[in-house]
């Protein structure tokens, strides 16, 4: 006898002893309304050619005329059942139906100029659906971004800022940038050692600031002898008077306007 039909009655030898246990264990099952139920069941409904959708009589009729053509067939009816109920296409009209899409875009119009840290911070927003909601604003061309050497800072499209009106904007988003900016402010012509003492400031941390400020015309300098005055730039001081709240976003600790804008929100998540 060979060796492997041995083994194959021996494995149906073993099949049957394990089936064994089920048949014994089987319990029969009394009808509970007796021999005869009560209702009968109805008859089933018939189901006329007219009642088939006709992309499954299409198909059917691909299948036996043309078997090659079925799937291309079924592929195409599953596209245009996908273009018909799927996702949802974000276009300038309907990206602000989404609630969290709309409480980023209100923010960034209440705090022109601000972070995306700041602008997730006020919101309680996580950073990375934070980020998206800006993403998608920023491509349908509901906001736009402004580079900078504070960093990127968001504005909305309808907001009439100047390039100058966008730079300070952005530094005033940036917490040391906005402290150095507020104090040449009120005090003209100060050194570079006023500002590291007042501010509590290392000398190359506060020279590092200045250069950027000055690259992009915000503050001028002019030499006194051995030191380095500061002065605003015009037009900037009478900018930052009007819109100086604005850094109020640049640091926790200065949330009053970010306070204000996150229950406005937030406000209005509720009432809608």
Not at 185 to 195: A, E, N, S, V, W
Not at 264 to 269: D, Y
Request: glycine share 6%; hydrophobic share 40%.
């Amino acid at each position: 006898m060979a060796p492997g039909s041995r083994i194959a009655r021996i494995a149906l030898i073993v099949f049957c002893i394990v089936l064994l246990p089920s048949a014994v264990c089987a319990t029969p099952i009394q009808p509970v309304h007796g021999p005869y139920p009560e209702q009968l069941p109805s008859d089933p409904t018939p189901l006329y050619i007219w009642n088939v959708p006709l992309s499954i009589l299409i198909l059917e009729f691909v299948c036996v005329s043309s078997p090659a053509l079925f799937i291309p067939m079924q592929l195409l009816f599953s596209l245009s059942v996908w273009l018909r109920l799927g996702q949802k296409r974000v276009t300038y009209r309907n990206v602000l139906d989404n609630e969290n899409r709309n409480a980023v875009y209100m923010c960034i119009q209440e705090n022109p100029g601000i972070h995306m840290k700041a602008l997730s911070r006020v919101l309680g927003m996580n950073i990375g659906t934070t980020r998206y909601h800006v993403e998608v604003l920023c491509r349908v061309g509901k906001v736009f971004l402004e580079q900078n050497s504070g960093g990127v800072s968001y504005f909305v499209n309808a907001d009439p800022f100047s390039d100058l009106e966008r730079k300070i904007a952005g530094y005033l988003h940036d917490h040391q940038k906005s402290r150095i900016l507020r104090f040449v402010l009120q005090h003209p012509g100060c050194t570079r050692k006023d500002i590291a003492f007042r501010l509590i400031m290392s000398g190359p941390n506060v020279t590092c600031h200045m250069r950027s400020l000055i690259r992009d015309g915000i503050i001028r300098n002019e030499r006194d002898g051995r030191n380095m005055r500061y002065y605003l730039c015009p037009d900037v001081d009478e900018y930052l008077e009007d819109h100086g709240s604005w850094n109020s976003c640049a640091h926790p600790e200065a949330g009053k306007q970010a306070l204000y804008a996150a229950v406005k929100l937030r406000g209005s998540r509720d009432s809608g």
